[in-house]
Every structure is written in C-alpha cells, then in structure tokens.
C-alpha cells in the first residue's frame, strides 16, 4: 500500500496525529511518548512553557532535538487582542507562522468563543499566519473560518481534557460533508483509541490531542496504541464500510446454493 500521505499549509506528513507537550510526569516520558507516537507535528503553549525562561530552557532543548514541527498554541487566551499579541510572540519565540489558535468563551467548561474564534482569525490571516483554529462542532462556524482563510479546521469532539469522545457526531459527519476541501482534524475530548478510530471513520483526517496520553497509566503504551488505532481507522475510511440495515442478513446465503452433505 502507497505511503497516506496528507498536506496542512504546503507541507506533507505521514501521521495523522498531532501530539500535545503539556501533563506528562516528566520530560523524558513526553519525549518517548512522542516518539511512540510517530506524530509529526507538536503543540507547545507559549504561556505554560516560558521557553524564553530559564526554568522552561530544558523543555525547550528536549523539544528540538525531537525535530518535529512546532505547533504553538494561544492556550488561555480570552480575547482577540490577547490571542493577536501572544502569538506575535510566539512566531518571534518558535520562528514558525504556524498557530493553533485558541479563544476561551467559558471558563466551565473551556468553549471555545466562536465570534472571537473568527474575528482573531481574520487578523492573523492578514498578518502572515498560518491558523489552525480550535472550535466547537458548529457547521456555521467552521464556515466562517474558512471563509477568512483557515486552510485547516479542528472542530472538538467534546470539552477539552473530558475524554467523552464524539459527542455530536451527526455534527462532525456534516461538517466533513459540507467542507469537503479542507484538512479536517479531531481536536480535544479524546479520550480512548477507539475515540480516534470513529473519528477517522467519519471521514476526518486527523486528531489533535493530549491529555488522554500525557495522563494515561502508561502515556508510551497510550502512544502506541493511539498511533494504531489512527492507521486503523483511516485504513477503514479507505475501504468504505458496509452500509447500516434495518434487518438481519446472513452472511452464508443459502437460497439458489448447493447443499453439499457428508456421505
């Protein structure tokens, strides 16, 4: 079988699973669940890590020797304003116009504010950004960004760090079937491989996630097992599965066969 490769903002990767760097007990666990992992692509929150500071300095040096491509992210933020101005700092600190933008609306349960979501957005698209914005499963909304030049969209799966998997996940399918031009990825709520596996069944082409490895038992053997179940779900988007029925149907058809029976 071919590599499945895919494309976000010019560049080619060969996982479909993007890796959070924050919870793990360590730095050396997050660097072998990492690489476990195989993701291609990490995010690194400007605000928590202080790279800049002496205290984040080994994080930072951990991080680079992985040689994977850097992902900030506006995490914490609650106004345009102030995702504008951490990320500026971010493109400075990381050398990178790459940014998951993140715009908080609700401090319960961290919904994304889809109205600032759009309008940061737009300003960071003017300045040179490349935006992965982090939404809710709102079709109206993920239309909206790509409409102000998202190339990419992550539409949750459920309120970040719960793990509940696909709450909607009639809101994803439409979603996946309306923007059928645009990398479409998983990101927060995933809790479980086989959260992952049904994302990627639905159609999605990636999944963003963290907590579910970084605070797992064994986060390494989490990797792993999320790294397995993405291939095995894109694997069954491929292949297109059987349609759902409403009655049974056997799987050896008898009627029109030949009975064959022991002399």
Request: with cysteine.
């Amino acid at each position: 079988m071919p590599p499945d490769t895919w494309t976000l903002y010019g560049q080619t990767f060969n996982s479909r699973l993007l890796i959070g760097s924050a919870l793990y007990p360590s730095p050396a666990i997050m660097r072998d669940a990492i690489t476990e992992s195989g993701a291609e692509i990490v995010t690194v929150s400007l605000r928590r890590q202080s790279p800049e500071q002496g205290g984040g300095e080994s994080f930072w040096r951990q991080l680079k020797e992985l040689k994977k491509t850097m992902l900030p992210n506006t995490a914490g933020c609650h106004s345009v304003k102030e995702a504008v101005t951490l990320a500026q700092m971010s493109r400075e600190l990381f050398e990178t116009d790459w940014l998951k933008l993140e715009v908080v609306g609700d401090d319960y349960n961290l919904q994304p504010d889809p109205l600032a979501t759009v309008a940061a957005a737009a300003q960071l698209i003017k300045l040179g950004f490349k935006v992965f914005p982090y939404c809710t499963d709102d079709l109206v909304i993920c239309q909206r960004l790509r409409d102000v030049g998202c190339q990419v969209l992550m539409p949750w799966g459920s309120p970040i760090g719960t793990g509940r998997g696909l709450m909607n996940p009639y809101n994803l399918q439409a979603i996946r079937d309306r923007i059928p031009e645009l990398p479409l990825i998983v990101d927060a709520g995933i809790g479980k491989p086989s959260h992952a596996v049904q994302a990627l069944e639905l159609g999605y082409d990636g999944i963003l996630l963290n907590t579910a490895i970084a605070q797992a038992g064994n986060p390494v053997l989490m990797a792993s097992a999320f790294k397995r179940a993405i291939e095995a779900g894109r694997q069954a988007a491929l292949a297109g599965a059987m349609p759902e029925r409403q009655t049974a149907s056997p799987s050896t058809p008898t009627l029109g066969m030949p009975f064959w029976h022991q002399q």
